[in-house]
């Protein structure tokens, strides 16, 4: 950060002042003339924690890509499957147990294993070969795209969440001040904070995992020279696939996440796909923080367009794509 100061003087007095802007536009009561120019107060905070929770929902999915994909190298297009799947297997979990957090656990595993099956079975046998793995993989989610429809019709399916996660709690955030004696406070609902605190967490993990342990320094060794690592005497095959499976078991954790906040129907699988490619790209390959960048500018961007620009909201993110791919081709945390 010191070293970013330092080089980028003036990049940083534009961030402090747009940063201190946006707060005082959160915590601030707005005159007048703002919610003229806006619109409501509340609309714009709601839209705000619309785009980091839905920030957190792309991170849950685009973290298992990130090691997948940005880390190991494995161009796998069924990771949106993997997500549908997991959602499904969650939900009938969740119905047939009516808890909510086995479903969340088997749906971990599951996926986890499925993930394990395709390293070993398909990606072992095309490592290096980036349009076989695109097309096979391809092939895969179109499959398991029409099987899940076939068990699962087109019906839209709903979680039940915990009910001490249902309801909205106050934040202390004031939406407006009708006279002195009363004010009103924002309300927003307590999933969707708990959606936003689970991505911090697992985000703060991931990063620990491949930072501060043996197998994550093993993890990112392999990638830049297996070879040197195999002669250490490291099962280099054995650590990728066990990282695999854990990034298939995000996907299908964060299926039942985001099947729980919003639904789950055919479709979706191609939108988190697509929605964790952007992330990645973005925030640079292999990097866990820059996935994490990533998923709130595209969130964020997602969600103010939609309130503000429905016409060319879904504009915005291919837009923050081509500018960062234009000034920082690597993406915003990725190494040359």
Same mark, same amino acid.
């Given at each position: 950060?010191?070293?970013?100061?330092?080089?980028?003087?003036?990049?940083?007095?534009?961030?402090?002042?747009?940063?201190?802007?946006?707060?005082?536009?959160?915590?601030?009561?707005?005159?007048?003339?703002?919610?003229?120019?806006?619109?409501?107060?509340?609309?714009?905070?709601?839209?705000?924690?619309?785009?980091?929770?839905?920030?957190?929902?792309?991170?849950?999915?685009?973290?298992?890509?990130?090691?997948?994909?940005?880390?190991?190298?494995?161009?796998?297009?069924?990771?949106?499957?993997?997500?549908?799947?997991?959602?499904?297997?969650?939900?009938?979990?969740?119905?047939?147990?009516?808890?909510?957090?086995?479903?969340?656990?088997?749906?971990?595993?599951?996926?986890?294993?499925?993930?394990?099956?395709?390293?070993?079975?398909?990606?072992?046998?095309?490592?290096?070969?980036?349009?076989?793995?695109?097309?096979?993989?391809?092939?895969?989610?179109?499959?398991?795209?029409?099987?899940?429809?076939?068990?699962?019709?087109?019906?839209?399916?709903?979680?039940?969440?915990?009910?001490?996660?249902?309801?909205?709690?106050?934040?202390?955030?004031?939406?407006?001040?009708?006279?002195?004696?009363?004010?009103?406070?924002?309300?927003?609902? =307590?999933?969707?904070?708990? /959606?936003?605190? +689970?991505?911090? &967490?697992? #985000?703060? %993990? $991931?990063?620990? *995992?491949?930072?501060?342990?043996?197998?994550?320094?093993?993890?990112?060794?392999?990638?830049?020279?297996?070879?040197?690592?195999?002669?250490?005497? =490291?099962?280099?095959?054995? /650590?990728?696939? +066990?990282?695999? &499976?854990? #990034?298939? %078991? $995000?996907?299908? *954790?964060?299926?039942?996440?985001?099947?729980?906040?919003?639904?789950?129907?055919?479709?979706?699988?191609?939108?988190?796909?697509?929605?964790?490619?952007?992330?990645?790209?973005?925030?640079?390959?292999?990097?866990?923080?820059?996935?994490?960048?990533?998923?709130?500018?595209?969130?964020?961007?997602?969600?103010?367009?939609?309130?503000?620009?429905?016409?060319?909201?879904?504009?915005?993110?291919?837009?923050?794509?081509?500018?960062?791919?234009?000034?920082?081709?690597?993406?915003?945390?990725?190494?040359?």
């Amino acid at each position: 950060m010191k070293r970013f100061i330092e080089r980028h003087t003036f990049w940083s007095i534009v961030i402090l002042l747009a940063v201190s802007v946006f707060l005082w536009m959160i915590f601030a009561v707005w005159p007048e003339w703002l919610i003229e120019a806006i619109g409501r107060k509340k609309t714009f905070v709601n839209t705000f924690l619309n785009g980091l929770t839905l920030a957190g929902l792309y991170f849950l999915v685009a973290s298992g890509f990130t090691l997948v994909f940005g880390l190991m190298r494995n161009v796998n297009l069924a990771h949106g499957s993997m997500y549908l799947l997991g959602a499904y297997i969650g939900y009938e979990v969740a119905d047939t147990t009516g808890s909510w957090f086995f479903g969340l656990a088997v749906s971990f595993v599951a996926i986890a294993l499925c993930g394990l099956l395709m390293q070993v079975l398909v990606f072992r046998r095309m490592e290096g070969d980036d349009l076989r793995q695109t097309l096979v993989t391809i092939g895969i989610s179109i499959i398991a795209a029409d099987l899940m429809l076939a068990i699962w019709t087109g019906t839209t399916y709903q979680f039940e969440a915990p009910d001490w996660l249902f309801g909205a709690t106050t934040l202390p955030i004031i939406s407006v001040i009708k006279n002195p004696e009363t004010t009103i406070y924002i309300k927003y609902p =307590i999933y969707r904070l708990a /959606v936003l605190l +689970v991505a911090v &967490a697992v #985000g703060i %993990g $991931l990063w620990l *995992f491949l930072n501060r342990t043996k197998i994550g320094m093993m993890v990112r060794a392999g990638v830049d020279d297996r070879e040197m690592l195999s002669a250490l005497g =490291i099962n280099v095959q054995l /650590v990728f696939a +066990v990282v695999f &499976a854990i #990034g298939a %078991g $995000l996907a299908g *954790f964060a299926g039942v996440v985001g099947g729980t906040a919003l639904s789950i129907a055919p479709g979706e699988d191609v939108r988190y796909l697509l929605a964790s490619l952007v992330v990645v790209i973005v925030g640079g390959l292999g990097s866990v923080s820059g996935a994490a960048i990533g998923a709130v500018l595209v969130g964020l961007a997602e969600q103010f367009g939609l309130a503000y620009f429905p016409t060319y909201g879904v504009v915005l993110t291919f837009l923050i794509m081509v500018f960062v791919l234009a000034v920082r081709p690597q993406g915003i945390m990725g190494r040359e």
